[in-house]
């Protein structure tokens, strides 16, 4: 009966590498849901998991067990073990929950603050007098786009509708809050850090599909793309305060999303039905597994302390 | 972008279209000019409209040309303010996790082939 309560502890080192390759073979806006959902359900059944684990060890505790009318201490196996484990989950909690509120605390002071300063913006779209090329869209209600005038000059007139097009998909999806929903997550189990890159790289791609959509050619919105982040880097070749880009080994996600758009080869083909299938399998496995496995150890602990009750089991 | 949808767009959409096109010319522009350069889809009254309003509002300014007006565009308040953003915003290492950019930066590599995908697409530059 015990054994229930480790499962969503540790299925995340597997659901996360399963979801992140899952996500790499759907579209994107399937990728946002299925990483937002696991990073949210795992977490959530491996927080629930330590704290049904500080229980069977809390009732040892005479206030506890008083509490909950125990006659005796819940059965877990030796008192030693069980105390060992109680405290050690206690305190995992407890450094979790601190990193999220703080985390949550830290999010929301961001957001207001961008909010805050869109809400001073008179208009949509906010130009900068800035040689260096940029462009992003600050979150707020309603949100606004910040783009320099060096990011204009590099772009024809149907490619600035590109880039208007795709800061305006991440402003209506609320994107940022699908991010700060999976930073959250991340927080809370490591394992589910790995799963903020490909989030990251899918809202890209989920804004890049709407602005083909709106413009009417993904070759046009996948030139946009090429030629501001060419343009960016010319800019800032001599421009030592940047920090040097540390990865080279692995294609970044640039040439990735422009390599979609134009649908060549160079991004890598979605994986066979059969594969995806199987991924997906594995990961709705996974989260059934976790959740289940925190609902069976809540059971089992509930007729635990019914027995300790003095019940008849 | 069917050009009969262009005038039922929403006015801040029309705005920033507009602005864009102001932003990227070289000097100033005439609405007959800025209308040109964003396709045509408005017509010559509705970019007039539009520049009128960006005006009032202080994000352009106007010198009389012949019979009508030349535009430029200004950093207005928005423009401080978003200035003060950049600013704000450059203090906080975590910025990236608030802030969608439109394109992250390149490797030497991302380089080559951003270059091998935009010249193999044709009409490349």
Same mark, same amino acid.
């Given at each position: 009966m015990i054994y229930c309560v480790w499962l969503p502890l540790l299925v995340p080192f597997l659901a996360a590498p399963a979801s992140r390759r899952l996500a790499s073979a759907l579209p994107p806006r399937q990728a946002i849901w299925l990483l937002t959902t696991t990073a949210a359900g795992l977490a959530a059944a491996s927080s629930c998991a330590l704290a049904l684990l500080i229980v069977p060890g809390a009732t040892h505790l005479h206030a506890v067990a008083a509490l909950g009318d125990l006659l005796t201490p819940l059965y877990g196996g030796s008192p030693d073990a069980v105390i060992a484990i109680a405290v050690t989950a206690g305190a995992l909690l407890a450094w979790c929950?601190?990193? @999220?509120?703080?985390?949550?605390?830290?999010? @929301?002071?961001?957001?207001?603050? #961008?909010?805050?300063? #869109?809400?001073?913006? &008179?208009?949509? @779209?906010?130009? @900068?007098? &800035?040689?260096?090329?940029? #462009?992003? #869209?600050?979150?707020?209600?309603?949100?606004?786009?910040?783009?320099?005038?060096?990011?204009?000059?590099?772009?024809?007139?149907?490619e600035r509708e590109a880039l208007l097009a795709h800061e305006r998909a991440h402003l209506r999806d609320r994107h940022h809050v699908f991010t700060a929903l999976v930073d959250l997550a991340a927080l809370c189990h490591p394992a589910l850090r790995i799963l903020r890159e490909p989030l990251a790289y899918a809202l890209e791609r989920s804004a890049d599909e709407s602005a083909a959509r709106t413009v009417g050619s993904r070759r046009l919105t996948a030139r946009a793309i090429g030629r501001a982040a060419l343009a960016a880097r010319a800019s800032s070749a001599g421009d030592r305060t940047r920090p040097a880009l540390a990865l080279s080994a692995t294609t970044g996600p640039v040439p990735r999303r422009v390599a979609a758009l134009l649908g060549s080869s160079t991004e890598p083909r979605t994986a066979r039905p059969l594969a995806r299938s199987f991924a997906a399998l594995a990961v709705a496995a996974c989260l059934a597994l976790s959740a289940g496995a925190s609902l069976q150890a809540a059971d089992d602990l509930h007729d635990g302390i019914e027995v300790a009750q003095g019940e008849t089991p | 972008m069917g050009d009969k949808n262009a005038e039922r767009r929403p006015a801040g959409e029309l705005e920033a279209g507009v602005l864009t096109a102001l932003w990227a010319a070289d000097g100033p522009l005439t609405p007959g000019q800025v209308q040109e350069i964003i396709g045509g889809s408005l017509a010559r009254t509705t970019v007039t409209t539009i520049l009128s309003r960006l005006y009032e509002k202080g994000t352009v300014t106007r010198k009389r040309s012949g019979r009508g007006f030349v535009y430029v565009p200004t950093e207005d308040a928005s423009g401080l303010t978003a200035r003060r953003m950049h600013a704000e915003l450059a203090k906080d290492e975590d910025r990236g996790a608030v802030l969608s950019r439109f394109v992250s930066q390149l490797s030497d590599e991302d380089e080559r082939l951003l270059r091998a995908l935009l010249d193999g697409d044709g009409d490349g530059r």
């Open positions: 929950t601190t990193r @999220l509120v703080r985390g949550l605390q830290r999010r @929301l002071r961001q957001l207001r603050h #961008a909010a805050r300063l #869109a809400a001073e913006a &008179d208009g949509e @779209l906010v130009v @900068l007098t &800035d040689e260096h090329p940029d #462009a992003y #869209a600050l979150p707020g209600s309603p949100g606004r786009i910040v783009v320099t005038s060096g990011m204009l000059r590099a772009l024809s007139a149907p | -």
